[in-house]
């Protein structure tokens, strides 16, 4: 990922700690975020309902949700995010799942990564190791309310990444909690955490999918999320849409679009996605 200076580059480990990321520090924008907060915590806890996962690969907001016992899920997906006269980009970025027991999963994620800097010429290389672990400790029978902490290690490679601004000098530990809950029709996820970042200032994150299954093979869903650090205090909201579409019991489809909340900038990307595929192992059965 880039690491320009040091504190975009934490930023970027934020992000792609966070399950997907690849962007750079921006301008603090908290009186957005704030907003997202309040409104992330009425829609959780405040609704009665029974639960649905939503979060997830195309998202970068993730949801309690494990494979299963014994199951694998596998995410493949080219991600890019594009900045005015800067990029990094996802060619690919491989995101693998296992389930252990009805509540726990092994996450391992990484990525080839291509990096250009403004003028600089562009650069290729392996992005941080993600080794994670998440823990989906509470299931409400009556509310339907899903819980989980999903605590995430990036960690460089032995390799010259850093030394070329593509990863962040340091490791990371992301320590977040996830909310599913269904409302009606309406299925929605929340994340919350925090950074505890080595070499650089420590960070938070947030985030919310709000979605509706519109056929047994459709899904389409709307994500606010925002990353962001505390000293310097800064903060980088974006807004996507995206859809899963279920192509056969062992593939789904996965895309995501979207932009930065603010204009963009060398900080602020004006385009960011996810286009993929999700391998699941044993294959699911869906109803024609």
Partial sequence: MNALEQVDAVLVSRWRLSRKTGGLSGRITWRMSFPLFLLSCALVLGFPGTLRAQGGPPYYT????????????????????????????????????????????????????????????????????????????????????????FPQLAINNPDDSVRRGITPPGASLTVPVEFSKRLGPIHVNW?????????????????????????????????????????????QD???????????????????????????????PYFVGYFGLQVLLPPKPFDE
């Fill in 238 to 268: 974006t807004v996507g849409a995206g859809a899963r579409y279920k192509l056969h019991p062992l593939l789904i489809l996965l895309l995501m679009a979207g932009r930065s909340l603010v204009s963009a900038s060398n900080s602020q």
């Fill in 62 to 149: 993730n949801d309690p949700q494990t494979p299963g016992d014994m199951s694998w899920e596998i995410n493949l997906g080219y991600m890019p995010f594009l900045y005015s006269g800067q990029s990094t980009i996802h060619t690919p970025d491989l995101d693998v799942n296992f389930g252990l027991g009805k509540s726990i999963q092994l996450t391992f994620e990484n990525a080839w990564l291509r990096v250009k800097a403004h003028q600089g010429p562009v650069e290729y290389g392996l992005g941080q190791d993600v080794l994670g672990v998440k823990w989906h400790f509470y299931q409400g029978e009556t509310s339907g309310l899903g819980i989980s902490v």
């Fill in 191 to 235: 994340e919350l955490g925090y950074d505890f970042v080595h070499v650089g200032p420590d960070g938070w994150l947030l985030g919310l999918v709000v979605g509706h299954e519109m056929t047994n093979r459709l899904e389409l869903d709307v994500e606010l999320y925002g990353i962001g650090t505390f000293r310097p205090l800064t903060s």
